[in-house]
């Protein structure tokens, strides 16, 4: 019975479970690297409908899948969201600005008597798929960098950095990890067109957004290096039995070593991904975006993992070490998580659903015909 399991096995069931969630946004972040390739492989008001209609069918998944992450933090670990949310508010409010701007600019940038221009509503498109995700790649990499915050005995954050969370985006490591996320994200959205567009009659825009795809993993590599060295090679926060925090040298790559499995989804979700570019960039498949996201959804697990299992804060404080947070001292009551944990069995009716819609809405690719038809974006 699930109200039996151990205090720290629902703990670590629900690291897991965010876990999941958040790897599931990264893929779904074709969207915004669709977004930010509008003006790179749209060249005519066709070509640019075509993008912005097929995109528009599933720009709500990512917002939805962001807020259920968020929700799942709150709810599963408090601690760590009052902390994050309550100190580092800058970067998590312009996060929430850029996908404000999206869903307006997906209401309006076709709404007769419109002020500011489709050109204007495309800008802030692009800036929900680059700024936002950046600043998402840099809020996560402080899970291996730390963050400038300090607990008191009643658990009141202070920040101690005036920036309060923006300062993330000027550490090397979180910029290249941010960056990489654009990028991939970028590479996700080309699998994504080539998926859902019907480019019949339209070899020369079908040839740019598999260029596109192909070219964006090149530029993502650099950044990609970068990161997976400094993790190898970086100290880390480590815990002792007795819950203080330490640095420990190569803290990272013993995690990896350590926890075979979670190196394997490294390694076979950048495979993947990988695969994928190859079968959308070269052998002019329509199916990379599967495999593409699969590598996704897997690299991302690797990332949380590492930084939250095998005795490590998973949020850690570089202004004062015993602040930082783990999944045991930030999680929520046994109480709330076996309750929790009852309601979490419906999830995979849900996925379920969401794929039959899916299916549903991607039975049949999307031409110039349907875009004549419906000026909906």
């Not at 912005?52 to 962001?66: A, D, H, Q, R, V």
């Not at 996060?95 to 002020?115: C, D, H, M, W």
């Not at 005995?153 to 910029?175: D, H, I, R």
Request: hydrophobic share 55%; proline share 2%; net charge positive.
């Amino acid at each position: 019975m699930i109200g039996n399991l151990d205090y720290a096995v629902l703990q670590q069931i629900w690291w897991i479970l965010a876990s999941v969630v958040g790897s599931l946004f990264l893929f779904l972040t074709f969207v915004q690297g669709g977004q930010t390739l509008l003006w790179q492989i749209g060249r005519t008001e066709q070509e640019k409908s075509l993008v912005i209609n097929s995109l528009g069918t599933k720009w709500e998944l990512t917002f939805t899948t962001l807020v259920l992450f968020g929700g799942a933090l709150f709810a599963a670990f408090p601690k760590f969201y009052a902390t994050s949310f309550g100190g580092a508010y800058w970067v998590w409010i312009l996060i929430l600005f850029t996908f404000i701007v999206q869903a307006v600019s997906y209401e309006y940038r076709k709404k007769p008597g419109n002020l500011l221009g489709a050109s204007v509503y495309e800008l802030f498109l692009f800036i929900n798929g680059s700024v936002g995700i950046l600043l998402i790649g840099a809020a996560v990499g402080t899970f291996f960098t730390g963050s400038n915050f300090t607990l008191n005995a009643y658990n009141q954050v202070k920040w101690t950095n005036p920036l309060m969370g923006l300062e993330a985006a000027f550490s090397l490591f979180n910029l290249s990890l941010g960056l990489f996320l654009v990028f991939n994200a970028r590479v996700l959205g080309a699998m994504y067109l080539v998926n859902n567009i019907d480019f019949k009659g339209m070899a020369d825009f079908e040839a740019r957004v598999r260029k596109a795809c192909l070219m964006n993993l090149i530029y993502a590599l650099p950044f990609l290096l970068y990161v997976l060295v400094s993790l190898l090679v970086m100290d880390g926060f480590g815990v002792d039995k007795n819950g203080i925090v330490s640095m420990v040298p190569y803290k990272y790559l013993g995690n990896l070593l350590a926890m075979p499995q979670v190196l394997g989804l490294l390694l076979l979700g950048l495979i993947l991904v990988i695969w994928g570019v190859v079968l959308t960039g070269i052998k002019s498949s329509d199916k990379g975006i599967w495999f593409g996201g699969l590598g996704t959804v897997l690299v991302g697990l690797a990332v949380f993992f590492t930084a939250g299992f095998h005795d490590t804060a998973f949020y850690p404080s570089k202004a004062d070490l015993q602040s930082s947070l783990t999944i045991y001292n930030a999680s929520s009551t046994h109480y709330t998580l076996t309750v929790m944990t009852y309601v979490a069995l419906v999830i995979p009716f849900v996925l379920a659903y969401i794929a039959w819609v899916w299916r549903q809405m991607n039975a049949k690719k999307l031409n110039i015909d349907d875009v004549s038809e419906n000026k909906a974006y």
